[in-house]
C-alpha cells in the first residue's frame, strides 16, 4: 500500500476518534468499567482482614480503604449524574471521568508502593502484588478504547510498587518481572486499541451504509424527491394523523405537458434534465418541513400537504405553474420549454372515508386540466 495512502487513512482514522469520543467511547468505556469500580471497594477490606493486617497497621489499613472507597463511590455516584446531565456538559464530565480513573490506579499504585516497603509483611505483600497484577490486567483491557488512558493506569498502578521493589533491593528479580508485565501491558493495549477503532469505524461505516440505502430506498434517483412507494407510506400516515385531528388534507397532482415531445425532439437525457428542473421548482414552492414531494411515475409528480386547504394551495399551485411556464432549459444548444397541468383536492378525513378516493379525484382534476387545454390548475372540492 503507498505510504501516502496509509497517512491519509490515518488522519482519516484519526479525526473519526476525535469525533466520537466524547460520546460513543466515553459510554463505552462507563459500562466497561462500572462493574470492576464493585470489584476496587470489595476487594481491599479482604486483603487487609486476611491474616489480620488490618489489626497489626490499623491506621494505614483504614487510611487507604477511606481513601479508595471514596474515590470508588464518586466514580459510581459521577456515571448516575453523567446519564442526567445535559449534552452540553459532555466535555466536563469526560475530563471528571477520565481523573477519576487515573485518581484509582494513583491511589492503589502509592499504597501498594507503600505496603511494599514492610518486609515483615510478606504474606500481605504477595496478596497485594497479585491484586495490583489482576487490577492493572482488568483495567488495561477496559481502558484499551482510549490508548492514553490505559497506558497511564498501567504506569500508575505498577511504577511505584516497582520503584518501591528496586529500592528495597532485595528482590530485583520481582522488579524486572513487574517490568516485563508492564511492557506486555502497553503492547497489548496498543494491539486492543487498534482492534477496538477499527470495530467501531467499521460498525460506523456500515450505519452510514445502512441510511445510504435507506435513503435510496425511499427517493427518486433521477430527481431526489421521494418515490411513489414511500410516498404512499407517508400518505397512509398523514391520512391517519388529519383523521384524529380533524385537519384539511390536501393532494396536488402535476403532469409535465407535452413531455413526450421533449423526449422524441431533445432525447431522453435532455427529458432527464428537465425532469431535474421541475422538481428544483416544486421543493422551492413547497418548501415547509411537513409538505410531501415525490415524483410519483414518469412525468408525473404529486404534493401532499398536512394542515393546509385547498385555496391556499392553489396560490402555491398558481406560483409553480408560472415558475415552470417563464423556465428555459439550455441543453447541447437547444432551448427546452414547457408548462404543467395541475389538479388540486383536499378534505379532512373521516373514519370511513377511502384515502386512494382522495387520489383519483386528484388525478381526475389534473386530467380535466389537459383537456381544457393544459397549463392550468383543477380544483375539485366535491
Avoid at 497506558?151 to 522488579?175: E, H, K, T
Avoid at 408548462?339 to 372515508?353: A, F
Wanted: glycine share 6%; proline share 3%; with cysteine.
Amino acid at each position: 500500500m503507498p505510504a501516502g495512502h496509509t497517512f491519509g487513512r490515518d488522519r482519516k482514522k484519526m479525526a473519526f476518534q476525535r469525533q466520537q469520543l466524547s460520546k460513543r467511547v466515553i459510554k463505552d468505556l462507563q459500562k466497561r468499567t462500572t462493574s470492576g469500580v464493585f470489584f476496587y471497594i470489595l476487594v481491599p477490606p479482604v486483603l487487609f482482614f486476611t491474616d489480620g493486617y488490618i489489626r497489626r497497621h490499623l491506621d494505614v489499613s483504614l487510611t487507604f480503604l477511606g481513601i479508595f472507597t471514596c474515590i470508588c463511590l464518586f466514580r459510581l455516584s459521577h456515571v448516575y449524574v453523567t446519564k442526567k446531565a445535559p449534552d452540553r456538559h459532555t466535555s466536563l464530565h469526560k475530563a471528571i471521568f477520565i481523573v477519576s480513573i487515573l485518581l484509582t490506579a494513583l491511589a492503589w499504585g502509592l499504597g501498594a508502593s507503600y505496603f511494599l516497603f514492610q518486609s515483615d509483611e510478606r504474606a500481605f505483600q504477595s496478596l497485594m502484588i497479585i491484586c495490583t497484577v489482576g487490577f492493572c490486567a482488568g483495567g488495561v483491557v477496559s481502558f484499551m478504547p482510549v490508548l492514553y488512558l490505559a497506558v497511564a493506569y498501567n504506569f500508575l498502578m505498577l511504577v511505584p510498587g516497582i520503584a518501591a521493589v528496586f529500592i528495597q533491593g532485595d528482590v530485583p528479580s520481582l522488579g524486572i518481572a513487574m517490568v516485563l508485565y508492564s511492557i506486555y501491558l502497553v503492547l497489548i493495549s496498543l494491539r486492543g486499541n487498534n482492534e477496538y477503532w477499527t470495530a467501531l469505524e467499521n460498525e460506523h461505516l456500515l450505519e452510514e451504509k445502512t441510511r445510504d440505502l435507506e435513503i435510496a430506498s425511499r427517493t427518486d434517483v433521477l430527481t431526489g424527491l421521494y418515490n411513489r412507494r414511500f410516498f404512499d407510506e407517508l400518505f397512509e400516515l398523514e391520512w391517519g394523523l388529519s383523521c384524529r385531528r380533524k385537519t384539511p388534507l390536501t393532494l396536488l397532482i402535476c403532469d409535465i405537458d407535452h413531455f413526450k415531445k421533449v423526449n422524441d425532439t431533445y432525447g431522453h437525457q435532455a427529458g432527464d434534465e428537465y425532469l431535474k428542473l421541475i422538481s428544483r421548482y416544486l421543493q422551492e414552492v413547497f418548501k415547509r418541513e411537513t409538505d410531501v414531494v415525490a415524483r410519483y411515475g414518469g412525468e408525473e409528480f404529486v404534493v401532499l400537504l398536512a394542515d393546509r386547504d385547498a385555496e391556499h394551495t392553489r396560490e402555491l399551485a398558481q406560483r409553480l405553474g408560472k415558475k415552470i411556464e417563464g423556465a428555459v432549459l439550455e441543453y447541447n444548444g437547444d432551448t427546452i420549454q414547457t408548462t404543467i397541468s395541475q389538479g388540486l383536492t383536499s378534505c379532512i378525513p373521516e373514519p370511513d372515508m377511502n384515502r386512494d378516493a382522495l387520489l383519483t379525484r386528484a388525478d381526475n382534476a389534473m386530467y380535466e386540466a389537459k383537456n381544457a387545454g393544459r397549463n392550468k390548475i383543477i380544483v375539485d372540492m366535491q
